[in-house]
């Protein structure tokens, strides 16, 4: 089983920026599959964005153009670069790593958009 840890969440205005990492316990060139998920209270938890092995990219539409996921390999790290942050992206942001279509999860970071 991985290890997945998060950091990075924390209190921004709007408009503001924040970047969270998620650093694993092993070579993330054996995932399928990286991303990050996040959840508000009493809502499902949702994708936000993730990236394949081989370097694709997807996002959630309510992300494009403001969110980027990127990896460093030689960290064993994924990062999540939020810009022109706004109130509904308040939430717990979750990262997720798949390989051989089984997930793990971090324990999540809070991400706060308020002024």
């Known amino acids: 089983q991985v290890q997945l840890v998060e950091s990075g969440g924390g209190l921004v205005q709007p408009g503001g920026s924040l970047r969270l990492s998620c650093a694993a316990s092993r070579t993330i060139f054996s995932f399928d599959n990286m991303g990050w998920y996040r959840q508000a209270p009493g809502e499902e938890r949702e994708l936000v964005a993730r990236?394949?092995?081989?370097?694709?990219?997807n996002y959630a539409d309510s992300v494009k153009g403001r969110f980027t996921i990127s990896r460093d390999i030689a960290k064993n790290t994924v990062y999540l670069q939020m810009n022109s942050l706004k109130p509904e992206d308040t939430a717990v942001y979750y990262c997720?790593?798949?390989?051989?279509?089984?997930?793990?999860w971090g324990q999540g970071t809070q991400v706060t958009v308020s002024s």
């Open positions: 997720n790593a798949v390989r051989y279509g089984t997930g793990d």
């Open positions: 990236v394949t092995s081989g370097g694709s990219t």
